[in-house]
T-cell receptor, first 113, second 111 residues
Framework: DAGITQSPRHKVTETGTPVTLRCHQTENHRYMYWYRQDPGHGLRLIHYSYGVKDTDKGEVSDGYSVSRSKTEDFLLTLESATSSQTSVYFC????????????FGQGTRLTVV | SQQGEEDPQALSIQEGENATMNCSYKTSINNLQWYRQNSGRGLVHLILIRSNEREKHSGRLRVTLDTSKKSSSLLITASRAADTASYFCATAAGVRGKLQFGAGTQVVVTP
């Protein structure tokens, strides 16, 4: 398995609280991504990073922010969690060349009550 | 919006049978990838086919790509109970490796 670890694996939080999910990689890959998975939608891109301090929005970025201060860590923050953000969150990494596969973490199941 | 649309949404077969699932997409791509997801787990990459390729094989997997029809198919031959999983197609365009996923096909292989 690619060296990619998500933490926590499960979290229950209350509406309105801030939440931070962490993705850690040991592959020194340039690109890192946060996706969310919801029934009937497959995976949708939230934010991604193409280098330290270089990030950009995906298709469902509202209500989320990210930071990447080191190559190995990519943080996803829900500033004020809402019930619509209940989902399974996946981090992925990619070395950055065209036509290369992505490697996914095991996911974080987040429930907002 | 989803780039890929998969068909069927669910597929139930017996061991030894072949499983075929299809993926359609909307815009130009660099490549199309197929992933497998076992229940409660992350996605595992199966195969990548580039836009200038028409067919690719990997073990019991066969993938085709028709860029004129913007469609792809994944064939799993001689299926096994361990192939029970959800299968997703994902398209990549541009230079930053962003993937757009279909909603997936849930495959159940009965012993």
């Amino acid at each position: 398995d690619a060296g990619i670890t998500q933490s926590p694996r499960h979290k229950v939080t209350e509406t309105g609280t801030p939440v931070t999910l962490r993705c850690h990689q040991t592959e020194n890959h340039r690109y890192m991504y946060w996706y969310r998975q919801d029934p009937g939608h497959g995976l949708r891109l939230i934010h991604y990073s193409y280098g330290v301090k270089d990030t950009d929005k995906g298709e469902v970025s509202d209500g989320y922010s990210v930071s990447r201060s080191k190559t190995e860590d990519f943080l996803l923050t829900l500033e004020s969690a809402t019930s619509s953000q209940t989902s399974v969150y996946f981090c992925a990494i990619n070395p950055g060349q065209t036509n290369t596969e992505a490697f996914f973490g095991q996911g974080t199941r987040l429930t907002v009550v | 919006s989803q780039q890929g649309e998969e068909d069927p949404q669910a597929l139930s077969i017996q061991e030894g049978e072949n499983a075929t699932m299809n993926c359609s997409y909307k815009t130009s791509i660099n490549n199309l990838q197929w992933y497998r997801q076992n229940s409660g787990r992350g996605l595992v990459h199966l195969i990548l086919i580039r836009s200038n390729e028409r067919e690719k094989h990997s073990g019991r997997l066969r993938v085709t790509l028709d860029t004129s029809k913007k469609s792809s198919s994944l064939l799993i031959t001689a299926s096994r109970a361990a192939d029970t999983a959800s299968y997703f197609c994902a398209t990549a365009a541009g230079v930053r490796g962003k993937l757009q996923f279909g909603a997936g096909t849930q495959v159940v292989v009965t012993p």
